[in-house]
């Protein structure tokens, strides 16, 4: 079945044996990725049915690297519309935010790992160093994140005067720092060691804490506290 109905354009299938009526009658999860994509695009071009497209996308790319294009690169790698190109974008970007999701408005951190559930969705797969701070409360709940700094590939230049400003201005008890490292390596390089060092005695002085600083990458982290770096 699957091979043939590549073959042919969705009108021209079976009623039972088309994505939409797969999916109404029997669920999201009985569909492939390609059926999937296929019903996010709508139709194809006069050259291949939709899902011709769909599998020759999904032959190009992993369901990773076609979530991380931007418009122009499905446009002009994969020749394809900008409509279709900013569909795919949208329909990503909404499973990131959904995966990023936040049901309580002031979580509580505990541990590394509250803070990972709650931004590794968001940082993992950017292309670009972006630093934030997450500000506590004495009862370390979260009182807001903001993002300091957007770098790139190879380093991040952090004042401590910017996080500190913005940290007195929340009346932040304590505080988080996190960043993500494109390259996929999440272990803290000589830069980041020296930062956190900086970070921490800046915060000494002004009596706010920091309580961890955290790397991001590829699904993994790396936790300065858990690692004994910070104490």
């Given at each position: ?37 296929a ?29 991380r ?22 329909c ?16 509580t ?9 709650i ?11 972006h ?7 004495s ?6 994140d903001?993002?300091i ?23 932040a ?7 993500n490292?494109?390259s996929?390596?999440?272990d803290?390089?000589?830069e ?14 002004l ?7 955290i ?8 936790s300065?506290?858990?690692?004994g770096i910070?104490?």
């Open positions: 079945m699957i091979s043939r109905e590549y073959k042919l354009k969705i009108k021209d299938l079976p009623p039972e044996e088309r994505p939409r009526e797969r999916l109404s009658k029997y669920g999201p999860k009985t569909l492939s990725n390609a059926e999937l994509l019903l996010i695009l709508g139709n194809g071009s006069k050259k291949e049915c939709v899902l011709e497209l769909s599998r020759k996308l999904l032959k190009e790319n992993t369901i990773k690297t076609l979530s294009k931007r418009v122009n690169a499905l446009k002009s790698n994969l020749g394809i519309g900008e409509a279709k190109a900013c569909q795919i974008i949208a990503f970007e909404l499973g990131r935010r959904l995966a990023a999701f936040k049901e309580q408005t002031n979580p951190i505990n541990n590394a790992k509250d803070i990972t559930k931004f590794m969705p968001e940082l993992y797969s950017l292309k670009k160093e630093f934030k701070t997450i500000f506590l409360d009862r370390q709940k979260v009182i807001k903001e993002t700094f957007i770098g790139s590939l190879n380093a991040s230049i952090v004042h401590p005067r910017e996080i500190f400003q913005a940290a007195l201005e929340e009346g008890a304590g505080i988080i720092l996190l960043h490292h494109p996929g390596n999440p803290p390089s000589e980041d060691i020296e930062i956190t060092k900086q970070l921490v005695k800046a915060g000494e002085i009596g706010i804490e920091v309580l961890d600083h790397i991001i990458a590829n699904k993994r982290y790396f300065f506290k858990e690692k910070i104490s």
